[in-house]
């Protein structure tokens, strides 16, 4: 069990191109999770997927966001027309269904929008 | 909306010395869970210690302890004998049973003088 994987690590853009990043949960853990997180503050929820099935999002969201875990096993994070704004460290984590309390975050994906 | 605050930007503690962590938080649900997680520079998110609300028992995991006050709604962490590895930024987190995003604090930046 080698815990969350994201990849990449770093993305460096210019200004309305589009990104994807890709975050691969720990094995067999069912719930995953992205967060946003800007520089001094804490992570935000942004959406969660319980298998394929995305079952909550934040109105952090935009619709230039668009999140994907087909297979229920690895999830896509697409941003489209990215913006300076969108600069920020983009955590997934995974949880199990018998302790979906507890979430396992990866080491995260930064993001630089020149 | 749920709110999470951590009063203190930075701490500072002298090695083997014992330094205590501020966390409150808002809400108006009886069913939810809270959480210390700690952020190495660079790294990746990891639990440090968690309590369910609907437990008196103050929860403990070796050197760290909390100091769960329900009525007063603070949930202080408590970290025994500091460590060099303890140097990060610790954050306070709530969740809602039944929901599952993660509503996280702005953070504590732990500091250990050696």
């Known amino acids: 069990d080698t815990g969350v994987s994201q990849d990449p690590r770093h993305k460096i853009t210019k200004r309305g191109q589009n990104v994807t990043f890709r975050c691969d949960p720990i094995?067999?853990?069912?719930?995953l999770y992205w967060y946003r997180q800007t520089l001094g503050q804490g992570p935000e929820f942004l959406t969660y997927?319980?298998?394929?099935?995305?079952?909550?999002k934040s109105r952090l969201l935009s619709d230039r966001f668009s999140a994907e875990r087909p297979k229920g096993s690895f999830s896509t994070l697409e941003i489209q027309r990215t913006e300076q704004g969108d600069s920020a460290m983009y955590l997934c984590?995974?949880?199990?269904?018998?302790?979906?309390?507890?979430?396992?975050f990866g080491a995260g994906t930064r993001l630089s929008v020149l | 909306a749920q709110t999470v605050t951590q009063s203190q930007p930075e701490m500072s503690v002298q090695e083997a010395e014992t330094v205590t962590l501020s966390c409150t938080y808002d809400?108006?649900?009886?069913?939810?869970?809270l959480f210390w997680y700690k952020q190495p520079p660079s790294r990746q998110m990891i639990l440090v210690i968690r309590?369910?609300?609907?437990?008196?028992q103050n929860a403990t995991e070796n050197r760290f302890s909390v100091n769960f006050q329900k009525a007063a709604k603070s949930f202080s962490l408590k970290i025994s004998d500091s460590q060099l590895g303890d140097a990060a930024m610790y954050f306070c987190?709530?969740?809602?049973?039944?929901?599952?995003?993660?509503?996280f604090g702005k953070g504590t930046h732990l500091i250990i003088q050696p």
């Open positions: 809400t108006s649900e009886s069913d939810y869970y």
């Open positions: 094995s067999e853990h069912n719930r």
């Open positions: 997927f319980q298998n394929e099935a995305q079952l909550e």
């Open positions: 987190a709530y969740k809602m049973g039944g929901a599952d995003g993660l509503t």
């Open positions: 309590q369910e609300a609907y437990k008196q």
């Open positions: 984590a995974s949880s199990p269904a018998l302790a979906k309390n507890i979430q396992y």
